[in-house]
């Protein structure tokens, strides 16, 4: 199947989520997860109207993002070095890998420093799965009293990755329970925080992340086919 025919059979399942749960299309954000993928497929995707992409590598999106349209909005969702501050940081509409207090601060100083202001999501652990994939529940709120003081990184939400072969159930469940850590933060009223983006669901999830209150849903697969590493 080619590209045309997976993203409109995508977007027919994500109106029938949305649907089922009296949303619109308005506060729903897909970002097609384009790591491995080639520009000739970026630009296939883009003369299509898809104008959100997302990487997991900040050197790829440092060799793709000057070949490409100037206006598609690159979402950093990988693991990002310290040292790889400048492929990133004033490049990406929006990083959603923040997945500690010390990558935080560095974010904010590089920022500082060359004058840009960073959009960034924290990335939470909610499964605990041992890979280590974010911030644990207990430390976030020490984390937000920290980072919201910083003056050039602006929090917008959350993103989670759940880990592959849970049931249906325990998938929910790590959705809700991120919706509800969202909830609670919002509630506090932190200073340079909002949680407005809730980044959560993939190829295999993401109609479930719909239900559960999902904005920005990354697809890689159900899009592009396969990847061969
Ligand atoms: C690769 C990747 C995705 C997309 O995964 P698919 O299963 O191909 O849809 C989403 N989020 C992150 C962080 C990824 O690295």
Redesign the pocket.
Same mark, same amino acid.
């Given at each position: 199947m080619g590209l045309k025919e997976n993203l409109n059979r995508i977007w027919l399942e994500i109106d029938a989520a949305l649907k089922k749960n009296g949303r619109s299309r308005q506060d729903l954000h897909l970002?097609a997860?384009s790591?491995t993928r080639s520009l000739a497929e970026i630009k296939e995707l883009y003369d299509l109207g898809q104008l959100d992409f997302?990487e997991?590598k900040a050197q790829e999106l440092r060799d793709k993002q000057p070949n490409l349209p100037n206006d598609i909005r690159w979402h950093m969702?990988?693991h990002l070095q310290s040292n790889k501050l400048k492929y990133v940081v004033g490049k990406c509409a929006l990083i959603? #890998?923040v997945d500690s207090l010390k990558l935080a601060r560095e974010i904010n100083e590089f920022a500082q420093k060359h004058q840009v202001s960073a959009n960034i999501l924290l990335q939470l652990d909610i499964a605990r799965d041992g890979k280590k994939q974010g911030f644990v529940e207990k430390e976030i709120n020490a984390a937000i009293e920290e980072i919201q003081t910083f003056s050039h990184v602006q929090v917008h939400g959350l993103?989670t990755?759940a880990p592959f072969g849970l049931s249906t159930d325990e998938n929910r469940q790590i959705f809700q329970r991120i919706k509800q850590i969202s909830v609670d933060i919002q509630a506090k009223n932190y200073d340079n925080v909002n949680m407005n983006v809730l980044?959560m669901g993939? #190829?295999?999830d993401?109609a479930l992340a719909i239900e559960e209150g999902a904005t920005h849903l990354?697809?890689?697969?159900?899009?592009?086919g396969e990847?061969d590493y």
């Amino acid at each position: 199947m080619g590209l045309k025919e997976n993203l409109n059979r995508i977007w027919l399942e994500i109106d029938a989520a949305l649907k089922k749960n009296g949303r619109s299309r308005q506060d729903l954000h897909l970002i097609a997860v384009s790591k491995t993928r080639s520009l000739a497929e970026i630009k296939e995707l883009y003369d299509l109207g898809q104008l959100d992409f997302g990487e997991n590598k900040a050197q790829e999106l440092r060799d793709k993002q000057p070949n490409l349209p100037n206006d598609i909005r690159w979402h950093m969702i990988g693991h990002l070095q310290s040292n790889k501050l400048k492929y990133v940081v004033g490049k990406c509409a929006l990083i959603h #890998s923040v997945d500690s207090l010390k990558l935080a601060r560095e974010i904010n100083e590089f920022a500082q420093k060359h004058q840009v202001s960073a959009n960034i999501l924290l990335q939470l652990d909610i499964a605990r799965d041992g890979k280590k994939q974010g911030f644990v529940e207990k430390e976030i709120n020490a984390a937000i009293e920290e980072i919201q003081t910083f003056s050039h990184v602006q929090v917008h939400g959350l993103m989670t990755i759940a880990p592959f072969g849970l049931s249906t159930d325990e998938n929910r469940q790590i959705f809700q329970r991120i919706k509800q850590i969202s909830v609670d933060i919002q509630a506090k009223n932190y200073d340079n925080v909002n949680m407005n983006v809730l980044s959560m669901g993939m #190829s295999n999830d993401f109609a479930l992340a719909i239900e559960e209150g999902a904005t920005h849903l990354r697809i890689g697969t159900a899009i592009f086919g396969e990847r061969d590493y």
